[in-house]
């Protein structure tokens, strides 16, 4: 019963007449967001709130929706414009798909394992966009335990660099520190010599080695002579040798400088570049490791799930009530109507070309018998003709002649009658 513009309906009060004109407002707009046929709505009064809280839940996945992409979309771009811009679209696009679901689902004339059955797609889309939607909001919840997960997992990254990159220069360095080994025994054993020859001809000029006789200039200058000989032998040696120990060092030091190069660089795009990505491992590894943190994780995950198919799910539960009857009504009137239509049109077109067909019928039959009596009377004439053409059977055409004449001249096809 459809109540009066002051809110009475033949002299009672309707529910409409106890809400003002904003919370009508109100109401409309979530009726638009369950996709209510509102001008049918509002006949129902005891509709109404049943509607309005199915619109306010599908309002509700819109905001979890914005909050989840945004919040993922800036920990990628670290923007808020394009956090903002892309939250607002990906809302808008998770609002109208719910909608969508819930304005095609129909109650009445649809048995309850029809429906269950009917919901089962709506359902499993709407799970998967559930679970997109709750990993950012959980990540976002954990934000402070994933930070300290991060720095553990980066820390872990670079000790791991750090052995692919000794593991990389290995072998130079190996070829280098063994080169560099053979040089310094090499010039330790020259030195050792040139002191033990130093030592032995100023302990022969002392008296307290060799001889033990002091004063004995032959036998000190023979040594000191082995020892300056030996020395100018090596000395060129040695500088060669240590120019090869520099070289040496070189490259061990430019492989050391290198490394420590790449390891920097290695940690500077660890610490400026932590992404979704990133964090959702983090996130993953405490769960993993803490079982208080995956039950709370899970439940918060069931709880979002729970909310995103909320729509669908409260339609699913929702008792057949006046509205759903008037809606399948109207949807019902609408398309007998149309089938109607479609009927009469169908069954005059088929009335229209069955008359053109009876008309062409009729005609064809009449042009047939008119030709056919003037075939008749042209093929006598023929004959008549035939039989006065010449007294004698000699002078006139084979009778076989002029049956094969008549039939080309007088014969005629199906395309030649309507």
Known sequence: MAASSNGQTHGLYSYDSFGTQKSNHESHFLWWCAGTHQPLLRKFPSEHSKYAGLGGVILATFVLAALSSGYAIYSVFDSWAWALAFSVVWGLIIFNFDRFLVSTMRKYGVRASRQLWMAIPRMTLALLIGITIARPLELKIFEKEIDVQVLENRHKKILLNDSLLQAENKAVQLAASQERGRL??????????????????????????????????????????????????????????????????????????????????YEAELTTKVGFLERNKALSDISGRESSVFWANFFISLLIILIEIGPVLSKLIMSVGPYDLALAKEELLQMATSENEMRRDKELLFDKLQGIYDSKKKTSGELTEKLSALQKKHIHQEIDNWERGGKSQESRIPINDLIKKIKEDYDYSEDHVL
């Open 184 to 265: 310094v025994e090499r010039r330790a054993g020259l030195e050792d010599t040139l002191r033990r020859l130093q030592q032995a001809y100023v302990q022969e000029a002392d008296g307290t080695g060799g001889s033990l006789h002091r004063g004995i200039e032959k036998l000190t200058l023979l040594k000191q002579q082995a020892y300056e000989q030996f020395r100018l032998q090596a000395t060129p040696e040695l500088g060669r040798i240590n120019q090869q120990i520099g070289y040496q060092d070189s490259i061990l030091n430019h492989a050391a400088a290198e490394n420590e190069i790449k390891r920097q660089r």
